[in-house]
């Protein structure tokens, strides 16, 4: 199978592609007929402005069902004004909600990466953790892959002075996923420029990112 894979999006889902659509999980409804798999979860961004006991209790329901393929996007923002123990707090109920649904992690960090070193080694993880939009520097992408974590990336890509481009060049394909999360173009640009700054064939990388699809959402090992 060769399709495109967007692992994290805000955008209405692409039916030609696999797509994974970010929802926040206040804006489920027990009502809501979703027919294509998505992630929820508590945005750090929102811990103030919502009843965070109430929705968790939400999202760990919300997390029996199926079509709910990630725990996510959580984590941890130190560029807002929101306490970072509250957001650590909160982020380690979504590592326990997703331990026990055996979910993936889909994470939001912003000058955060130290802090979610320390809590991977902290935190019993039963699995993959997924950096979403992935901007940092080579040595953290390698000690986060070290500790069994994916990276994604999007369009800060398609800059090729950009430190997302030079980090992706040298780090193994077997770690990473490519997402547009809210720019508004479409996946395919992002692989096109990803398999150039791989130098490998387009096929060949949609048929490598389809396959850590698999093993990640699906358990096919």
């Given amino acids: 199978m060769s399709v495109f894979v967007d692992i994290h999006t805000h955008k209405n889902l692409d039916s030609k592609n696999i ?26 961004w929102n811990i103030n402005q919502i009843n965070v006991k ?19 996007e959580c984590g941890i923002d130190r560029s807002r004004p929101i306490n970072v123990d509250r957001q650590i707090e909160v982020f380690e109920a979504h590592i326990r909600i ?26 019993t993880i039963h699995g993959p953790w997924i950096f979403h939009g992935y901007t940092g520097n080579l040595r953290i992408a390698k000690e986060l892959i070290k500790h069994g974590a994916f990276l994604s990336f999007g369009h800060h890509l398609l800059s090729e002075t950009s430190k997302a481009s030079e980090v992706f060049k040298e780090i193994p394909l077997e770690y990473i ?3 547009t999360d809210e720019w508004k173009g479409n996946i395919e640009q992002i692989y096109i420029r990803a398999a150039e700054i791989k130098e490998i064939s387009l096929i060949e990388l949609r048929n490598l990112i389809y396959q850590n699809y698999k093993r990640v959402f699906i358990n096919d090992l």
Avoid: M, W
Avoid at 21 to 44: L, M, N, W
Avoid at 54 to 72: H, M, S, W, Y
């Fill in 19 to 44: 797509s994974i659509q970010s929802r926040f999980i206040e804006d489920i409804k027990v009502s809501d007929k979703a027919s294509e798999p998505y992630s929820t979860g508590i945005h750090p």
């Fill in 54 to 72: 109430e929705q968790l209790k939400v999202l760990a329901f919300a997390a029996r069902n199926p079509i709910v393929c990630a725990i996510g």
């Fill in 98 to 123: 997703a331990n026990y649904s055996d979910k993936p992690l889909i994470i939001h960090n912003v000058r955060a990466y130290s802090d979610f070193l320390q809590l991977i080694k902290q935190n």
């Fill in 177 to 179: 996923f490519l997402e």
